[in-house]
């Protein structure tokens, strides 16, 4: 083969272009969701079943748990949508900070619920549970399914590797999530994929004026607002 000639470029695969173009789609929906939220603060972030009815003990706790926050200054984050995340909303809607829903578009339309003072929807997941992540001084996390251990996972993941900073996880229910903890000591610490020490980062608490307690415990030597070092490590979430 002559030196100089040049090995052919492979055919670019049909739909790259459209692929490379939506990359401007995602920056646009992290640059709108910060300046939206960004002067939320402090604010936590609650989670739960989507499935969980009104007339439930969960979403009459969470509902609470949301209405004691917001009355002693936080703003509260959910998804937006039905169950303890429309339980989280409506706490807040009726307490003194705002109550804030992150929504997001899926094939079959989740609706809104009536009781967020701001509302912003997302398109993907990953941005999604980045702005909870950015904008919470605590998570407070109820009884849920898939969606809640993954947001529950991303928080515990992100804390452990230290890619953002340590804030309160607390967990509502102890019937609910007493067999996963069991599990994490019996078996993740067993197996040494964990270590004992990890299991600070999360603490069970059943009752809401205790939720809002822990949070202001951990809080107490610091202000609520992250340093500098911490939010540039925000920055690489």
């Given at each position: 083969?002559?030196?100089t ?10 739909g790259t ?17 910060t ?28 509902e609470?748990?949301a209405r004691?926050?917001s009355?002693?200054g ?17 706490g ?15 094939p ?15 398109q ?6 980045v ?6 001084s605590?998570?407070v ?18 804390v ?41 980062f ?20 610091r ?8 939010r ?6």
């Amino acid at each position: 083969m002559n030196s100089t000639s040049k090995i052919p470029l492979p055919a670019i695969p049909e739909g790259t272009s459209k692929e490379a173009w939506r990359v401007f789609g995602i920056m646009s929906e992290f640059v709108s969701a910060t300046e939206r939220l960004s002067y939320i603060h402090p604010a936590v972030s609650i989670f739960g079943s989507a499935r969980t009815k009104p007339d439930q003990p969960y979403y009459q706790l969470a509902e609470e748990i949301a209405r004691l926050l917001s009355d002693a200054g936080f703003a509260v984050i959910s998804g937006g949508g039905p169950g303890i995340m429309e339980a989280a909303n409506k706490g807040a809607f009726y307490g003194k900070s705002p109550s804030v829903g992150l929504n997001i578009q899926l094939p079959h339309e989740q609706a809104g619920n009536p009781y967020q003072n701001i509302s912003h929807t997302f398109q993907h997941f990953f941005s999604r549970k980045v702005m909870f992540v950015k904008f919470a001084s605590a998570y407070v996390v109820m009884p849920g399914g898939f969606g809640t251990l993954d947001e529950l996972m991303e928080a515990l993941t992100l804390v452990q590797t230290g890619k953002t900073r340590r804030i309160p996880i607390i967990l509502v229910g102890s019937a609910f999530w007493g067999g996963m903890l069991d599990w994490f000591r019996t078996t993740l610490i067993a197996e040494k994929v964990i270590n004992p020490s990890d299991m600070s980062f999360i603490q069970l608490i059943d009752e809401p004026q205790a939720v809002v307690a822990a949070i202001f415990k951990h809080y107490e030597t610091r202000g609520f607002e992250p340093s500098d070092a911490e939010r540039e490590r925000q920055l690489y979430l």
